[in-house]
């Protein structure tokens, strides 16, 4: 069945880079995109970012500037990094997945990551 | 970017009750060569990761009760529970996948009374 799971560390200093990865089983990640999803403390759903079958990257225009989304297929994972980290990027991070690039239709259980010294 | 609004922010119903709650975009999710609506709708319990309820605007996921219906086109979406349950209590986003950046509405967050 198709999962995914986010891991990465819990807690990342200001200014340093945050590194993810999403560990995804039941699909391939050459024929689905995967997408990444934050949520602040109490607050809404904003997209990140999405690697797409075929390897290209879409990103988020006010975040552009400081992630990076990348994936190694054969280990079935995908990586997000953020760079220049401030307290506002404290949020859990989600990875989901698209199926031909639309809807998102499932989705890991998160991993929350606090930007704090 | 395209915007999405969603409204009310929050509303407290009585279970067997009918909700509605609103979702605009500011252009429009109707790509003409195919007539879909790129229009999501998920579901967010306290703790949980959003689930996939309603893609393409009107067409329900697996396993989703027929008490959740999507309607609208072009700019102007609904999402109704006709007869809430309990176990409804959520919030719930829209989300657009016409073009990138994907984008989601603020929330409707859904009180039981």
């Known amino acids: 069945q198709v999962q995914l799971k986010e891991s990465g560390p819990g807690l990342v200093q200001p200014s340093q880079t945050l590194s993810l990865t999403c560990t995804v089983s039941g699909f391939s990640l050459t024929s689905n995109s995967v997408h990444w999803v934050r949520q602040p403390p109490g607050k809404g759903l904003e997209w990140v970012g999405a690697?797409?079958?075929?390897?290209?990257?879409d990103y988020n225009s006010a975040l552009k500037s400081r992630l990076s989304i990348s994936r190694d297929t054969s280990k079935s994972q995908v990586f997000l990094k953020m760079n220049s980290l401030q307290t506002e990027d404290t949020a859990i991070y989600f990875c989901?997945?698209?199926?031909?690039?639309?809807?998102?239709?499932?989705w890991g259980q998160g991993v929350m990551v606090t930007v704090s010294s | 970017d395209i915007v999405m609004t969603q409204t009310p922010s929050s509303q407290a119903v009585s279970a067997g009750e009918k909700v509605t709650m609103s979702c605009k975009s500011s252009?429009?999710?109707?790509?003409?060569?195919?007539?879909?609506?790129?229009l999501a709708w998920y579901q967010q319990k306290p703790g949980q990761s959003p689930k996939l309820l309603i893609s393409w605007a009107s067409t329900r996921e697996s396993g989703v009760p027929d008490r959740f219906i999507g309607s609208g086109s072009g700019t102007d979406f609904t999402l109704t529970i006709s007869s809430v349950q309990a176990e409804d209590l959520a919030v719930y986003y829209c989300?657009?996948?016409?073009?990138?950046?994907?984008?989601f509405g603020s929330g409707t967050k859904l009180e039981i009374k």
């Open positions: 252009q429009s999710l109707l790509y003409s060569e195919n007539k879909k609506n790129y």
């Open positions: 989901t997945r698209s199926e031909f690039g639309v809807r998102l239709d499932y």
């Open positions: 690697i797409w079958s075929g390897g290209s990257t």
């Open positions: 989300e657009q996948y016409y073009d990138t950046p994907f984008t």
